[in-house]
């Protein structure tokens, strides 16, 4: 049904067969005249219907500047994204910005009524011209995102977390194809993230719903994405699924980003006896250390972590970030012996 809602926008694009649900090529932004400096540059990538994308990076690396592209509100400077091989419009295509598929739900709920209540805020974004499928709609979401207990109350008056689930109930009630999310658990407590996320890998399943978000905490949708896209500086780094990018990533920099790995340059590698040519990663799970009487790493430091300890040891030319387990905490300045497990060399 979408495939004729773009091309009427544009009557000079014509359908390209045969590509992922949303792909783009060569894609660029700047938010500056003179275009020095990109916010996203040359960005080519696929996404796949039905899955769940997170766009990952840091602060900064253009994140939330890629979501509008892909959404329409935001004209490239050059490049090209297509909605199912159609052209997705833009402003200058477009009274109403955004793709008629998608749905975008921003960052800090701006878009809520705070002093209105759940109910309404929902139901307000079905017409009117049928006020039994509005009823009806309207409690469906709301049962289906859990918050049908909440519809008498204001915005204003409920969690952080809840307000997510009103956002996206409004997101949701016209069915779109694609959701787009801005940092949809930043305002969420980490003890509610992991049912808002069960609830919206539910969703997918049952509906077939496309969600592409954006997260700079990329450990809070290790669990919940199908595929994750890495920014840096503009560029898209990484893309893969995130058991490949956790355990092979190509970059020091997703290395860091997903595992908070150690990143070691060749001459510190050589102090672990580890010979490369490359500069290499060792992710913090694959250390293991143990007490000893003598030894070149000592602790340098160890945070609780709860049911963990981080544990920084060094032998004053190298810092490695290692997590135990075990009962026995060593103590700061205690020499340490350490066994590695594994280790990336980067190309
Ligand atoms: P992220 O979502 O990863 O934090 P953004 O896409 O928001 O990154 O920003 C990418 C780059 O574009 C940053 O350097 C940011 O400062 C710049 N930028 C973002 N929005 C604007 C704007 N409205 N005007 C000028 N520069 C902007």
Request: net charge negative.
């Given at each position: 049904m979408a495939h004729s809602s773009s091309c009427q926008y544009i009557p000079s694009d014509t359908h390209v067969p045969g590509l992922a649900a949303v792909h783009a090529e060569q894609l660029s932004f700047s938010f500056h005249e003179n275009n020095v400096?990109?916010?996203?540059?040359?960005a080519s990538f696929d996404i796949e219907g039905g899955k769940i994308t997170a766009i990952i990076?840091?602060?900064?690396?253009g994140k939330s500047t890629l979501l509008r592209l892909i959404y329409g509100l935001l004209e490239p400077t050059s490049g090209t994204v297509r909605y199912k091989g159609w052209q997705v419009p833009t402003r200058k295509d477009k009274l109403?910005?955004?793709?008629?598929?998608m749905k975008l739900v921003s960052?800090?709920?701006?878009?809520?009524?705070?002093?209105?209540n759940v109910w309404d805020n929902v139901a307000s974004?079905?017409?009117?011209?049928?006020i039994k499928r509005k009823q009806d709609k309207t409690a469906e979401i709301l049962q289906r995102l859990r918050i049908d207990h909440l519809?008498?109350?204001?915005?204003?008056?409920?969690?952080g977390g809840e307000k997510q689930r009103v956002a996206i109930c409004r997101a949701l009630i016209n069915e779109p194809e694609v959701l787009l999310m801005d940092?949809?658990?930043?305002?969420?407590?980490a003890s509610f993230r992991d049912t808002l996320q069960q609830d919206i890998k539910d969703i997918v399943r049952d509906t077939g719903l496309t969600i592409i978000l954006v997260s700079h905490d990329p450990t809070e949708v290790l669990a919940l994405a199908d595929n994750l896209i890495v920014m840096k500086s503009g560029k898209i780094l990484d893309q893969n699924n995130p058991h490949v990018l956790y355990s092979e990533p190509s970059h020091p920099y997703t290395a860091l980003l997903l595992a908070k790995s150690n990143i070691l340059n060749p001459e510190q590698a050589q102090t672990l006896g580890i010979e490369s040519e490359k500069s290499i990663a060792i992710h913090q799970e694959w250390i293991s250390i143990s007490t000893t009487e003598e030894s070149s790493f000592f602790v340098k430091d160890s945070k609780f972590r709860g049911f963990y300890y981080e544990i920084l040891i060094s032998n004053n030319t190298v810092d490695l970030h290692c997590i135990t387990t075990s009962q026995l905490i060593p103590k700061k300045n205690q020499a340490v012996d350490l066994t590695i497990s594994n280790w990336i060399a980067f190309d």
């Open positions: 400096q990109f916010a996203v540059e040359n990076g840091e602060s900064g690396s109403i910005p955004g793709h008629d598929s960052q800090g709920f701006d878009d809520l009524n705070t002093y209105a974004q079905l017409p009117n011209t049928d519809a008498k109350k204001r915005v204003a008056d409920i969690s940092e949809p658990f930043n305002q969420v407590d």
